[in-house]
């Protein structure tokens, strides 16, 4: 599975759009984009993912570049309760889904 | 609420003791996985079962053990636990493991040895 890169820790004003990058310079052609995120100690909540094309649900959106080596989750009006861990994770083999997670973006919603 | 569940929420125990984490995937799901949790580690796969057999291994130890059955549920074992097993244990699930799919975890099991 191929790395990812992100910033450590990043800050947002509440009702302000989050947009938090990642960098997946080494990912082939049959890997996924996935972005979960951890609030405390919870069990990781998926968020999004995508392969080539930007995607959009209810809850953010995400950017892949054209050449896929990067992309940014956009979440549109930040609140208190984005505080958490995001990560951006690289997966891609077939029934066998496992997900590695690196150290993800410390995401701090400010008042 | 993801529709995974898993028991029991919390656990202590001693070393050298044996536990057993359970975890229901979310209905339809065929295919489960475990992470453990810890503060030196992260998050870290561990194993995934699709159909009651054994699918892909991660980083786990070999006192550690799982088993997925007929009703899909799984069974995380962990048996001569030692100080440094403390950790959150996740179970997530999936519809089959295919390509491109999500996984919904679970609310996890802290485990604390003493």
């Known amino acids: 599975d191929a790395k990812t890169t992100q910033p450590p820790s990043m800050d947002c004003a509440e009702g302000r759009a989050a947009n938090l990058p990642c960098n997946h310079s080494t990912i082939s052609g049959n890997e996924y984009v996935y972005w979960y995120r951890q609030i405390h100690s919870q069990g990781p909540q998926y968020i999004i993912h995508g392969l080539k094309n930007n995607e959009t649900n209810e809850m953010a959106s995400l950017i892949i570049t054209e050449d896929r080596k990067s992309s940014t989750l956009i979440l549109p009006h930040a609140t208190l309760r984005d505080t958490a861990v995001y990560y951006c994770i690289v997966s891609g083999v077939q029934g066998a889904q496992k997900l590695v997670f690196g150290q993800g973006t410390r995401l701090t919603i400010n008042p | 609420d993801s529709g995974v569940t898993q028991t029991p929420k919390h656990l202590i125990t001693a070393t050298g003791q044996r536990v057993t984490l359970r975890c229901s995937p979310r209905?339809?799901?065929?295919?489960v996985y475990w992470y453990q949790q810890s503060l030196d580690q992260g998050l870290q796969f561990l194993i995934q079962?699709?159909?009651?057999?054994?699918?892909a291994k991660g980083n786990i130890l070999e006192r550690f053990s799982a088993q997925q059955f007929p009703d899909l549920h799984s069974e995380l074992n962990l048996s001569s636990l030692e100080l440094g097993d403390s950790a959150l244990y996740f179970c997530a699930s999936s519809v089959d493991g295919a390509l491109g799919e999500t996984q919904y975890f679970g609310p996890g099991t802290r485990l604390l040895v003493l």
């Open positions: 209905s339809g799901d065929l295919s």
């Open positions: 079962y699709y159909n009651g057999e054994e699918r």
